[in-house]
């Protein structure tokens, strides 16, 4: 599975999905990276919301992303999301990437 993660260090998920200076892109199997990809955020090249959103949701589905994992994320998000069947699991703040790639959402 493809998941896409918001952070802005690489081991820590963004407090805020939009605002995350990078998505983590990784592809697990069995609670191990195959591959990750570290992409900036292409949100915050806009300073209109709407073409902001419409850009993560193209870099998530060109990337081929099935699960966000995150922190914080908006109402209107989480429609988008849906509307493209990439599933949504929440996580405490400030979770370890490497954590919850094993299963481990606490």
Request: charge should be neutral.
């Amino acid at each position: 599975m493809i998941v896409g993660i918001p952070t802005d260090d690489g081991v820590t998920v963004c407090e805020h999905f939009g605002r995350s200076k990078y998505f983590l892109i990784a592809k697990v199997e069995n609670g191990s990276f195959i591959e990750k990809n570290l992409i900036e955020n292409p949100h915050n090249k806009e300073k209109d919301d709407q073409v902001g959103h419409g850009r993560v949701l193209k870099m998530l589905t060109d990337n081929k992303v099935r699960k966000v994992i995150c922190s914080n994320l908006g109402p209107r998000m989480v429609d988008n999301l849906g509307s493209l069947n990439i599933a949504v699991e929440r996580c405490n703040l400030d979770s370890k990437i490497e954590k919850l790639l094993k299963g481990d959402v606490s």
